[in-house]
């Protein structure tokens, strides 16, 4: 299970990345971004989980019995609204390239070299 | 002393919320000075905490102190490096703020209120003494540095710029951030003391190894340490003046100083076993970093381009001081930074008066146009031949401190006496690059090569104010001449090397730092003592000598006498090679960045 | 629990790899929403709702919205695309 | 760089990339086995020492407070990003402004469909305010609360067209929104440094755990990051709408 978990995690990183290395598409290449965020998620919500353990809710259940980690889970919250805001601005990016370049392809955009 | 700890941080961000609220209802004059008067509060803030941090401040938010042995809330921990980084950011945004009262009329006070976060970013950044927190501030000033590279949405330039910087760099915080998960997973905790305790009392393993591989690559990729560096020439190239001034002068090198925090405060001791093959790789990086930045530097006649190239070359030889792990090795990465910052400053807000008076800041369609004139234009000059022979380290001006102090660190170390000339190479062909163009633009000496030449490239460029001007305004003319006097004398200062070794001392002391924040005693470990010596002023004269020549060189192109064609003739076809290398393609950046990642990771695990 | 866990994460797996090879931006933007949607299944079942919750907000609705306003407005400019093009860079400034 | 080239050193990389990550993970506990000091320490204190029933929102808000504020600049900060790179551009500035009299409605709904939306506001209203007051409680808070806030006025747009969402939520009030969201929990930080000694410090009662107004300042600074998060979405949609809607004539 530990391989499963922490496997997946690793796994969604590459993934992302072989999505980036080989886009043509700025829009495409921004969803792979959060893909190799989301790998983030996966892995700190999977090192803060105890098995059978409750949710860090205290409402349901007796103060001070076993929860999961909630310091993890806040981290995350963090890193989600990171992704959002990472999201709107490179779209942003790539709605004034389409409009200078007239293409999203990543290998087109060329004013800059060497 | 302890209340003013969190407000150089809050103060900015309220401030940027005020101006976005106010943005064009109040005038443009009274946005700037707010934004203005906030930067310098921060400076004067910043400074009162450097001169108090002889004893680490801690300062816990919310009041959460430590229970158990177990920090319970985010801590600041403020120690004289820390402070004194985060005075030099709030000196630098000051200057640049100065700088930019006529730029951006379209925007309100908006840019203002970017600039602030990203203020705020970099001096968190600086203060904190929590690893969850080191990130957020980390993406506080990533995300404001998106927007301002930018800025120029007319051009296709910046946005190409602008993405290939933020997808590179998302890519190296989301491995910083996997570093950090790898790190709470291994000790459950998120203060950077408590960790480096919890390391402590295990040699270093799998996890720890990757851990730090990982948020060492997530701070070299902003660090622009080759093969990571490709982002920052073109977001240099293209981002506005005051934004390239804050990247260039202290971005870059908070990032080394981010690596240094994670180094001496979390891992020092759990890889204490491993500290030669660590220094092996950061000074095999560095000197990589310090010579393509320093070839490819000469190879550009777009200035700010050129500047950047200078700054990647010279990120390289901070991270040769830096990755001596030792704290002679640190202190003097401090002070070069510190003469470095103000220079580099300098020279990007000259590149500016001509990009405002010329609209362009192509090298040789100036050539000879900055001659004479008005005050403007020989502020300019002094600051491009002063700016190099000081980046050259031209004793007792300039670099020359900090580079001694960097000879004097490496000689000691076994086995690494020879970097210093490797250094005297990068440092006389990138300031011989920013010569060249003095003499070319200032002096109109040299040919005029047409564009699309193949070793020179060429990036266009719009101006930054509307229409063309042939008077600089004082606002842009002030700052950098401050900039440049304080940048070349600032070395000279008796008291100043002593301050930065005794801030290395203490901040390379991970016992004291673990007991200043988790409570308990320990001793503090004696400061560096680096005196300036004959080998110095030698290596110095030989790089200023270097440079010169090498200005010179370019300028008159002379016949080469026929046994050097050859060489000429290989070296030319390397310099294409690794142009070619620097497409400008984001995709190729995230392989060079996994590469370099691959590479380092191995290097680490099979030593 | 294990059981559901497990199969989360092997869908996760699976989903990851079907958004990065959804080529299609427009297509992948709904795969992303079902990609999402997966994530915060798996934190429910990783004992996280609050988690769960704001990957639900900002999957569903906050990111995807900006997708499809992004590839709206550059499908929309590309019907003048050929007048841009036909007149030459010198736009009145 | 070929792509061949690009895609065999991203390949071969990897590869590397990934066994290094294997060496790395293998030393993490294994899963569900993890007690980190840290998240013990919060379980047991949480509802004796702060009145909060919810841990991740008592951590977000109280315990690792200047991280959500960090949070919450980020967001500010896209959104300021977003109006200075979105914004209109001297060469579009001579066109009319988006076919100013025209209604852009949801192409292809029906009628029924329309007035089903806009039902469906009201709801979302009701949970989006429910959300973030119980932040301290159960699961949900500021930010959750703040992007339904700011769907339903999404559906407002879906349902009743552009022009209504504007009138609905006139720009500069959205913007004073976001901005004092964000200026807000800073501002309550400040409070606790003036009443309590510290940056954040709960300076407020504690109340009754369990019960709406408890948990000190969590429900104000929740609130704050409410109005923020709404306010940051409403405008990134709207910046990007008004993208969509600019109808190109060069």
Same mark, same amino acid.
Do not use: Q
């Given at each position: 299970m530990s391989a499963l978990a922490y496997g997946t995690a690793g796994w969604l990183f590459l993934v992302g990345l072989y999505g980036i290395v080989t886009s043509r598409n700025l829009i495409h290449m921004v969803i792979c971004l959060t893909v190799v965020q989301s790998s983030t998620y996966v892995l700190l919500l999977s090192i803060g989980y105890r098995s059978g353990a409750a949710a860090p809710v205290f409402a349901d259940i007796p103060p001070g019995s076993r929860a999961v980690d909630p310091i993890v889970q806040a981290l995350t919250l963090t890193d989600v609204v990171v992704e959002a805001t990472v999201v709107a601005l490179m779209l942003a990016l790539a709605v004034q390239a389409h409009k200078r370049f007239g293409t999203l392809d990543p290998n087109e955009l060329t004013p800059l070299r060497g | 002393m302890h209340a003013l700890i969190p407000l150089p941080v809050i103060l900015p961000l309220l401030c940027a919320a005020v101006l976005a609220a106010v943005n064009q209802l109040a005038p443009r004059w009274a946005t700037d000075a707010m934004g203005l008067a906030c930067a310098l509060a921060v400076l004067v803030l910043c400074a009162v905490l450097a001169a108090h941090a002889s004893h680490r401040l801690v300062y816990w938010f919310g009041g959460f102190h430590v229970r158990h042995g177990v920090a319970v809330g985010i801590a600041f921990s403020v120690d004289r490096i820390g402070a004194g980084m985060a005075t030099l950011v709030a000196l630098m945004v000051s200057a640049a703020?100065?700088?930019?009262?006529?730029?951006?009329?379209? @925007?309100?006070?908006?840019?203002g209120a970017l600039m602030l976060v990203f203020l705020a970013g970099m001096v968190g950044f600086c203060l904190t003494g929590d690893l969850f927190d080191l990130f957020v501030f980390f993406e506080v000033m990533s995300v404001a540095g998106y927007a301002l590279v930018g800025y120029k949405i007319e051009e296709a330039g910046p946005l190409q710029g602008a993405i290939n910087f933020a997808i590179?760099?998302?890519?190296?915080?989301?491995?910083?951030?996997?570093?950090?998960?790898?790190?709470?997973g291994r000790t459950g905790a998120l203060n950077m003391a408590q960790i480096g305790a919890a390391l402590a009392t295990h040699p270093a393993d799998g996890l720890v190894t990757v851990a730090l591989l990982l948020i060492m690559v997530g701070l070299l990729v902003k660090a622009a340490i080759v093969p990571w560096h490709f982002w920052l020439a073109d977001a240099h190239a293209v981002a506005p003046v005051p934004a390239c001034v804050l990247f260039s002068g202290v971005m870059v090198e908070l990032a080394l100083y981010g690596l240094a925090r994670v180094y001496w405060s979390v891992l020092s001791a759990s890889l204490a076993a491993h500290t030669a093959d660590l220094r092996a790789v950061l000074i095999a990086l560095g000197l990589l970093t310090a010579l393509i930045g320093a070839v490819m530097c000469c190879a550009q006649r777009h200035i &700010?381009? /050129?500047?950047?190239?200078?700054?990647?070359?010279?990120?390289?030889?901070?991270? @040769?001081? /830096?990755?001596?792990?030792?704290?002679?090795? /640190?202190?003097?990465?401090?002070?070069?930074?510190?003469?470095?910052?103000?220079? &580099?400053?300098?020279?990007?807000?000259?590149?500016g008066i001509l990009l405002h008076r010329f609209r362009t800041v192509d090298e040789h369609?100036?050539?000879?146009?900055?001659?004479?004139?008005?005050?403007?234009?020989?502020v300019a000059a002094a600051v491009f031949v002063l700016g190099g022979l000081g980046l050259a380290a031209l004793p007792p001006l300039g670099v020359f401190f900090g580079k001694s102090a960097l000879d004097g660190a490496l000689t000691p170390v076994p086995g690494y006496g020879w970097v210093v000339g490797v250094l005297v190479v990068g440092s006389a062909l990138s300031a011989g690059a920013i010569l060249r163009v003095a003499g070319r633009v200032f002096g109109g000496w040299g040919e005029r090569v047409p564009r699309h030449h193949e070793v020179l490239s060429a990036v266009s460029e719009l101006p930054e104010t509307l229409s063309p001007h042939d008077r600089t305004p004082?606002?842009? =003319?002030?700052?950098?001449?401050?900039?440049?006097?304080?940048?070349? =004398?600032?070395? /000279?200062?008796?008291?100043?090397r002593a301050a930065i070794a005794a801030a290395a001392a203490q901040m390379a002391d991970r016992a004291s730092y673990v007991a200043a924040v988790l409570g308990g005693h320990a001793h503090a470990i004696p400061a560096p003592?680096?005196? =300036? @010596?004959?080998?110095?002023?030698?290596?110095?004269?030989?790089?200023?000598?270097?440079?010169?020549?090498?200005?010179?060189w370019a300028l008159a192109a002379p016949a080469v006498w026929w046994p050097l064609e050859r060489v000429q003739g290989v070296a030319t076809a390397g310099i294409v090679v690794l142009r070619r290398l620097h497409s400008g393609c984001v995709n190729d950046y995230i392989a060079w960045l996994v590469a370099g990642l691959a590479v380092a990771g191995a290097a680490l695990a099979l030593a | 629990m294990r059981e559901l866990q497990a199969a989360l994460f092997a869908l996760l797996a699976l989903g990851g790899l079907a958004v990065v090879l959804t080529r299609d931006p427009l297509r992948q933007a709904l795969v992303v929403g079902v990609y999402g949607l997966l994530l915060a299944l798996l934190f429910f079942a990783l004992q996280a709702p609050d988690v769960a919750l704001s990957q639900i907000v900002v999957c569903t609705v906050a990111v995807p919205v900006m997708i499809l306003l992004a590839l709206a407005k550059i499908h929309g400019g590309e019907h003048d695309e050929e007048d841009r093009k036909s007149s030459p860079e010198g736009e009145p400034r | 760089m070929s792509e061949r080239a690009r895609l065999g050193l991203f390949l071969g990389a990897a590869t590397g990339m990934a066994v290094l990550l294997a060496w790395g993970m293998a030393g993490l506990p294994a899963f569900g086995a993890f007690h980190g000091a840290y998240a013990l320490l919060i379980d047991h204190v949480v509802v004796a020492q702060r009145h909060a029933t919810d841990a991740v929102t008592a951590v977000n808000f109280d315990y690792r407070g200047l991280d959500t504020l960090g949070e919450e600049f980020i967001l500010f900060t896209s959104v300021v990003g977003l109006a200075v790179l979105l914004r209109e551009q001297r060469s579009e500035r001579e066109r009319p402004p988006a076919r100013a009299g025209e209604e852009h409605r949801f192409q292809g709904a029906s009628c029924a469909l329309r007035t089903l939306t806009l039902l469906l506001v009201g709801p979302l209203v009701v949970l989006a305010l429910y959300v973030d007051s119980h932040g301290a409680l159960t699961p949900g808070g500021g930010f959750q609360g703040g992007v339904l806030g700011a769907a339903a006025l999404l559906l407002v747009f879906l349902g009743g067209g552009y022009l209504t969402m504007r009138r609905l939520s006139p720009h500069r009030l959205v913007e004073l929104a976001e901005a004092g969201g964000a200026a807000g929990y800073g501002m309550i930080g400040v409070g606790g440094i003036v009443f309590a000694g510290a940056f954040l410090k709960n300076f407020l009662g504690y109340g009754?755990?369990?019960?709406?107004?408890?948990?000190?300042?969590?429900?104000?600074?929740?609130?704050?990051?409410?109005?923020?998060?709404?306010?940051?979405?409403?405008?990134?949609?709207s910046e990007f709408l008004d993208q969509a809607l600019i109808v190109r004539r060069g």
């Open positions: - | 703020l100065l700088y930019s009262v006529r730029y951006f009329d379209e @925007v309100g006070s908006l840019f590179t760099n998302s890519v190296g915080s989301f491995a910083m951030l996997t570093g950090i998960a790898l790190l709470y &700010k381009r /050129l500047l950047a190239f200078s700054t990647i070359s010279h990120s390289g030889m901070f991270l @040769v001081g /830096l990755g001596l792990l030792t704290p002679a090795g /640190l202190a003097a990465s401090g002070e070069y930074v510190i003469e470095h910052a103000m220079l &580099k400053g300098a020279l990007f807000m000259a590149a369609e100036l050539r000879g146009r900055g001659r004479g004139g008005d005050p403007g234009l020989r004082a606002v842009m =003319v002030a700052p950098p001449l401050i900039l440049l006097i304080g940048g070349l =004398v600032v070395g /000279l200062f008796s008291g100043l003592h680096t005196p =300036v @010596v004959t080998l110095d002023f030698l290596l110095a004269a030989a790089t200023v000598l270097g440079a010169v020549a090498l200005a010179v | - | 009754t755990a369990g019960e709406l107004i408890s948990a000190g300042t969590i429900p104000l600074l929740s609130m704050a990051v409410a109005a923020e998060v709404s306010g940051a979405f409403v405008l990134l949609w």
